[in-house]
């Protein structure tokens, strides 16, 4: 099982004249620790009502390239700071580094804490806990 990945991305960054360069640069994702989890669900709690102020649930659950196109970038652009927290907190890129990636860079990163983390099966680990605690009941 692995506990960490590396991954070379890309980062923005301008020199003193303010031109813009990109410099390749190496981080080490590593598994998300148990005594992170409470700051991770902590990134997590303001998210449901910046989407829920910014989509219906009509066009959640009826997503498509309209609604893609339409919200998402209000969407981002409303939680932008929440979300790069949250991609630190989860990747342990300190959130300075995580804002100077391009975006294939970022996606990267993401990818690369879902896929490290199984964050799937842990979804359906959670489900299933759900039922067995409601069959308890």
Same mark, same amino acid.
């Given at each position: 099982?692995?506990?960490?990945?590396?991954?070379?991305?890309? #980062?923005?960054?301008?020199?003193?004249?303010?031109?813009?360069?990109? #410099?390749?640069?190496?981080?080490? !994702?590593?598994?998300?620790? !148990?005594?992170?989890?409470?700051?991770?669900?902590?990134?997590?709690?303001?998210?449901?009502?910046?989407?829920?102020? @910014?989509?219906?649930?009509?066009?959640?659950? @009826?997503? @498509?390239?309209?609604?893609? $196109?339409?919200?998402?970038?209000?969407?981002? *652009?409303?939680? #932008?700071?929440?979300?790069? #927290?949250?991609?630190?907190? *989860?990747?342990?890129?300190?959130?300075?580094?995580?804002?100077?990636?391009? $975006?294939?860079? $970022?996606?990267?990163?993401?990818?690369?804490?879902?896929?490290?983390?199984?964050?799937? *099966?842990?979804?359906?680990?959670?489900?299933?806990?759900?039922?067995? $605690?409601?069959?308890?009941?």
């Amino acid at each position: 099982m692995k506990t960490s990945k590396t991954i070379n991305v890309i #980062q923005l960054l301008t020199d003193d004249k303010g031109d813009e360069k990109e #410099q390749e640069v190496e981080f080490t !994702i590593r598994k998300i620790p !148990i005594g992170r989890f409470a700051d991770l669900m902590l990134g997590v709690d303001k998210l449901p009502s910046i989407v829920k102020d @910014n989509v219906t649930a009509e066009e959640l659950s @009826n997503i @498509n390239e309209e609604v893609i $196109f339409t919200k998402l970038p209000k969407l981002v *652009a409303s939680s #932008q700071d929440e979300i790069l #927290q949250l991609v630190s907190i *989860a990747s342990g890129i300190d959130k300075s580094n995580i804002e100077k990636l391009d $975006f294939e860079g $970022f996606f990267d990163v993401i990818t690369a804490v879902i896929e490290l983390n199984n964050v799937n *099966a842990i979804v359906e680990k959670v489900k299933n806990l759900g039922k067995v $605690f409601q069959k308890k009941k």
